[in-house]
């Protein structure tokens, strides 16, 4: 097993006058993002937007954009005709395929608002040219145990129980809000990403505090002990980006 630790110092870091972007992979410019993948994942952004702002309209492709918020709401458009607000809890799927424009921002306004935090991952469809879609799920219930849940998936072992799928048959999204005290096994995968959004973890001898990540290789079960409390994210993956 390889395991490599990012620090949340260490990330690409992007900001503007209203959007601070964190970035476990450089994605903010002209950067390959295939070159810089690992396993599947090729984007995992960790953004805070202030109140009133966001992204006008614009453009994907080929990408499988998985949002979750952690704090605040996010308001969300897309040219498929979805238009709503996800805030923490709920698990968001939008499927770029052949092309898809939508405009995303911070659901409270200027005066009396609150910041926006959210985390965007990217992964690569199992196919390019797909139809463009949509999905979204509320979690919360199942997160109130503390276990790892999957909240997003394609791989066929949870075809009938992951809240919402991805097209891609080879990665899982796994989410954690850990009480203080609580243990959690991470499952075997030839390639995973741990982040840690809030609170800290101790894994393989190491602490990991808010806005580290974890890059695994071929890594067997991993036990993730948080004494204090942490909200994780985990990507299982089982194949690279071709």
Avoid: C
């Amino acid at each position: 097993m390889s395991l490599t630790i990012i620090r949340a110092t260490e990330r690409h870091h992007w900001r503007n006058e209203w959007l601070e972007s964190w970035q476990s992979f450089p994605a903010t410019g002209n950067f390959d993002l295939a070159a810089n993948a690992h396993g599947v994942l090729l984007v995992h952004n960790d953004d805070r937007v202030d109140a009133g702002e966001g992204l006008d309209r614009h453009q994907h492709r080929d990408a499988e954009i998985v949002t979750w918020v952690l704090d605040g709401a996010l308001r969300h458009r897309d040219s498929t005709g979805n238009d709503g607000i996800l805030k923490p809890g709920v698990v968001q799927r939008m499927t770029a395929g052949r092309g898809i424009a939508h405009s995303e921002g911070n659901a409270t306004g200027r005066l009396n608002g609150t910041d926006l935090r959210v985390v965007q991952m990217w992964v690569a469809p199992d196919e390019a040219g797909l139809a463009p879609g949509y999905a979204e799920a509320d979690v919360t219930d199942a997160l109130a145990s503390g276990e790892l849940v999957v909240v997003v998936s394609g791989l066929s072992r949870h075809a009938t129980t992951a809240p919402v799928t991805i097209n891609n048959s080879a990665a899982a999204l796994h989410v954690a809000r850990m009480p203080a005290g609580k243990t959690v096994t991470l499952p075997a995968a030839p390639y995973g990403h741990l982040y840690v959004a809030r609170g800290s973890v101790d894994v393989d001898g190491h602490t990991l505090g808010e806005g580290d990540a974890v890059r695994t290789r071929k890594a067997g079960e991993i036990l993730l002990n948080s004494p204090g409390g942490a909200e994780i994210l985990f990507w299982e993956m089982h194949a690279g980006v071709a």
